[in-house]
């Protein structure tokens, strides 16, 4: 089941290019729930939804997914957990690239995971708005698992991690907001049940930069979800971040991105300058 926010209050489930409406679905089901203090409750009623009957979602309201403003499937997680370096060509991309000033490789074993400000959520509608035009901004791919009840993982989204290079840490460049963009929606794990298997791309402005699968990540989900697990309690909503491949690349005002996840779906972001 792919679940998404859309049009500023709306939940959907999309299917065949349609979005169902089931906001008032989904707010039956949390209203008998108990909720942790930070608990999403939208990712908190998915085993619910994904076990009523298709006739039961598809009974509200329906649009073309073209005609809606999607939004973060996830509105405001508790914490963005976000892998280093977890490709190993990206590792070589950054230790030659002159951006990154010949710095050493970051990985798991080496630095953690490390945190991206809540604050920084956005979805694919809102695009991104450069804070800093004088200095490089950089787009990265990422698969994001979204975590669920019992520190499970719920299901998987598109993230890119919005990056203002510099030398300040990578979490202050990383959390800006708007720049954690995650969507289209979430795509659950009783129907993706592979995440190992899943194809990430990425174009800017029509060409290719970015191809690869997450078979190619040095720590995959299940390491990463085991990981942050010995440091943090993971709630219903909280996000990780696994990672980006080599092709990482500058972004300026009028580009247009578009990512892509097999099983998951497509999703365009505009780029533009920054309104205080």
């Given amino acids: 089941m792919k679940i998404c926010r859309y049009d500023k209050a709306r939940v959907g489930v999309v299917e065949g290019g349609i979005v169902y409406d089931v906001t008032s679905v989904v707010d039956g089901i949390v209203a008998g729930m108990t ?69 050493q490789p970051s990985t ?31 787009y990265e791919i990422e698969l994001v698992a979204v975590i669920g009840v019992a ?40 129907e993706l049940r592979d995440p190992d298997t899943i194809d990430l791309m990425l174009s800017l402005n029509g060409t290719i930069r970015q191809h690869t699968s997450a078979s190619d990540m040095l720590s995959n989900v299940a390491a990463l979800v085991a990981y942050a697990k010995q440091f943090y309690t993971l709630n219903p909503g909280d996000l990780i971040f696994t990672g980006t491949p080599s092709g990482v690349g500058q972004i300026q005002a009028g580009d247009l991105i578009e990512a892509s996840a097999s ?13 205080p």
């Fill in 35 to 103: 909720l942790g203090e930070f608990d999403d409750p939208l990712v908190a009623a998915i085993p619910a939804l994904c076990a009523l009957p298709r006739a039961t979602l598809k009974a509200g309201g329906e649009q073309p997914v073209a005609d809606v403003a999607l939004l973060s499937p996830v509105r405001r997680p508790s914490k963005i957990l976000a892998a280093p370096d977890n490709y190993k060509a990206h590792l070589e991309e950054m230790r030659k690239h002159p951006v990154a000033g010949g710095r």
């Fill in 108 to 138: 798991l074993q080496k630095d953690g995971l490390f945190l991206k400000a809540s604050s920084s959520i956005a979805g694919p509608s809102q695009g991104i708005e450069l804070r800093f035009p004088e200095r490089r901004t950089d």
């Fill in 151 to 190: 520190g499970s993982v719920a299901g998987y989204c598109i993230g890119l991690d919005i990056t203002l290079r510099g030398s300040e840490e990578r979490s202050l460049r990383k959390s800006i907001d708007g720049y954690s963009i995650a969507g289209p929606w979430i795509a659950t794990a009783d």
């Fill in 263 to 275: 099983g998951i779906g497509t999703m365009h972001v505009a780029v533009r300058a920054y309104r």
